[in-house]
């Protein structure tokens, strides 16, 4: 450990908000083995345990904010995210892009942020109403782990948000990058990485 120096920090420390990343509702529609977006196994069940963190969320007055991703049908919004693995996804015409309204509990009065790239921060409102809501911690979950929710993370991180992933409800498009991701997320912030057990008791 090269820093001797740093502060130990609580798991929540001021107010907090839960972020929920992405759990869009072709995750509980699409069985097929081949998607345009790897997911690693038991990616859906971790998805699932995702509303227990939404319901504790409510229940301690803790605001609740729906990340989703989102494309033009024309695609001119993509840039370079067709370079790599991930095929053509996230359409805003294709049912499937819509938010997991009912495995997720999402209401009407809820927040929601659409963003057209990988971080929550990138071309949105999303420090704007952060900023509104006077919040100082940011409980993730969601996926994938290895790109929205790291990329969402590091900005975070650089905007001086504590940041906190909760393991058992994030997943990635393998679990070799999930495990990667969230050992370069603890590499920022000592304790980041927590357990839906602790962030439940921190609640």
Same mark, same amino acid.
């Given at each position: 450990? /090269?820093?001797?120096?740093?502060?130990?920090?609580? @798991?929540?420390?001021?107010r907090a908000a839960l972020i929920v990343i992405d759990i869009q509702a072709s995750t509980f529609i699409d069985d097929s083995e081949v998607r345009s977006i790897d997911n690693m196994p038991g990616y859906k069940d971790r998805m699932l345990a995702a509303r227990t963190?939404?319901? /504790?969320?409510? /229940?301690?007055?803790?605001?609740?904010?729906?990340?989703?991703?989102? +494309?033009?049908?024309?695609?001119?919004?993509f840039g370079r995210e067709l370079d790599g693995d991930?095929?053509? +996804?996230? @359409?805003?015409?294709?049912?499937?892009?819509a938010l997991a309204v009912k495995e997720m509990d999402v209401r009407s009065d809820d927040y929601v942020i659409r963003k057209r790239r990988y971080s929550a921060f990138f071309g949105t409102d999303f420090e704007i109403l952060l900023k509104g809501l006077k919040v100082d911690t940011l409980l993730l979950v969601g996926g994938l782990t290895d790109i929205c929710v790291h990329y969402t993370f590091v900005d975070g991180h650089q905007h001086d948000y504590f940041c906190r992933v909760?393991?058992?409800?994030?997943?990635?498009?393998s679990l070799e990058a999930h495990d990667a991701s969230l050992c370069a997320m603890e590499y920022l912030q000592t304790g980041a990485r927590r357990s839906l057990e602790e962030v439940l008791a921190a609640l």
């Open positions: 450990m /090269a820093n001797t120096n740093k502060t130990p920090r609580a @798991l929540i420390e001021g963190a939404i319901d /504790a969320a409510r /229940a301690a007055g803790v605001p609740v904010i729906f990340i989703q991703e989102v +494309h033009y049908p024309s695609m001119v919004d991930e095929d053509v +996804h996230c @359409l805003e015409d294709n049912p499937a892009t909760i393991e058992d409800c994030v997943a990635g498009s």
